[in-house]
């Protein structure tokens, strides 16, 4: 099973994640200005099912990976760790920029449920991030697959919960963000500083 303090640090660092303005909360943010409460939801279950398509792909391929190399292993874990670092140093530098939400969907456009899925499941940056970040939390003796499962299910589940928060109360988080660059730098930095420290932890502790 999954070591107690490798999930420990998973949580940290996949909630901090989860409530960083991403392009998927901003998507999420902008399907509920333009079609209300009721599409950003939609639109929120639509990018949990295209994460849980990742989830299982990562499974699947990375199980295998894990238990026939433990070289190709340690690279994960070491390219994991530079990945959280890259998106520390990716939050401190968002925290000095403005807030943009991007352009509002337009009327032609799919359902938001299935908008979202496909959104989420084409988008190579998720598969990426589940790539190189699931591994470095698994230990390696005791079923792979199970803890995969279980991680990537978990950081999918915080995504939704903070896109599910956005979504029913858009307006007010919309105008925190964008009226109070303070408090979105300090929770930016926060979120930056901590990731980048998360990562260096992961890269220089040993197996045990």
């Not at 409460?37 to 990375?62: F, K, P």
């Amino acid at each position: 099973m999954i070591e107690p303090h490798k999930f420990y640090l998973f949580l940290v660092a996949a909630f901090l994640l989860s409530i960083s303005p991403g392009p998927g909360m901003l998507y999420v943010l902008a399907r509920t200005f333009h079609g209300g409460r009721a599409e950003g939801l939609a639109s929120s279950m639509g990018t949990t099912v295209g994460g849980l398509l990742h989830v299982l792909a990562a499974t699947l391929g990375l199980s295998a990976i894990i238990m026939r190399s433990a070289l190709v292993y340690g690279i994960l874990k070491y390219v994991g760790a530079a990945y959280l670092v890259f998106l520390g140093c990716k939050a401190l530098w968002a925290s000095r920029r403005p807030l943009e939400l991007g352009p509002a969907p337009t009327a032609d456009q799919s359902h938001p449920f299935r908008q979202g899925v496909l959104t989420e499941a084409l988008n190579p940056k998720t598969a990426v991030f589940f790539f190189t970040f699931l591994p470095q939390f698994v230990n390696p003796a005791d079923h792979v697959a199970w803890q995969l499962l279980v991680l990537g299910c978990t950081s999918v589940t915080l995504n939704c919960l903070s896109d599910v928060t956005v979504a029913c109360f858009a307006a007010p988080l919309a105008r925190s963000l964008a009226a109070n660059p303070r408090l979105r730098r300090t929770q930016q930095g926060f979120c930056g500083v901590t990731l980048i420290s998360l990562g260096g932890f992961v890269a220089v502790s040993g197996e045990k």
